[in-house]
């Protein structure tokens, strides 16, 4: 069970939108691949916020470089799953229209790390890049760059390449 409450909010003057939300969530006791777990909680606090505007006069005009960031605790009361996961957080940038004359194409950086339950370093950290094109107004492809550190110390470091091909009807 999870539930959230958001916020949307405007600084200077209505220019620069922002959104905060706040929620919890709680898992029972089960069974996963044959290992019995002990309820659990959680709660969820993230950020977004446009801090800067290329065309302030034009509140209608999206370009410009917003921030994100996310922090999930998580308590346990007892057994967790092995494969699952404790603590986590999650940070970025993205900027929309940042190339002149692609005014709808994004490109984003961030970050994230998480408490696993797996022995090792217990932790991960993976930072990602990605740019979306947008080929057509409703048609658009995203490459997409992540490297994943020191994967609880149990694994080798790993890069992930991806492509996204978006058609929205």
């Not at 539930?3 to 620069?16: I, K, Q, R, T, V």
């Not at 940042?98 to 709808?104: C, H, M, N, T, Y």
Request: charged letters at 20%.
């Amino acid at each position: 069970m999870i539930g959230e409450l958001e916020h949307s909010y405007e600084l200077l003057d209505g220019m620069l939108p922002g959104t905060w939300a706040i929620g919890a969530g709680y898992s029972t006791n089960g069974e996963v691949s044959g290992m019995a777990f002990d309820p659990a909680h959680g709660y969820l606090f993230q950020l977004e916020q446009l801090v800067y505007r290329e065309c302030a006069c034009d509140e209608d005009d999206t370009q410009g470089l917003a921030v994100f960031a996310g922090y999930y605790p998580r308590f346990r009361s007892g057994r967790l799953p092995a494969e699952s996961v404790g603590d986590s957080f999650v940070a970025g940038l993205v900027y929309e229209g940042l190339i002149p004359g692609r005014d709808q194409d994004v490109v984003g950086a961030g970050v994230a790390w998480a408490e696993l339950f797996q022995g090792g370093t217990h932790q991960e950290s993976v930072f990602e890049f990605f740019y979306k094109v947008q080929i057509a107004p409703r048609v658009s492809i995203q490459p997409d760059l992540q490297y994943i550190a020191s994967p609880s110390r149990i694994f080798r470091d790993a890069l992930a390449v991806g492509m996204r091909f978006q058609i929205t009807l």
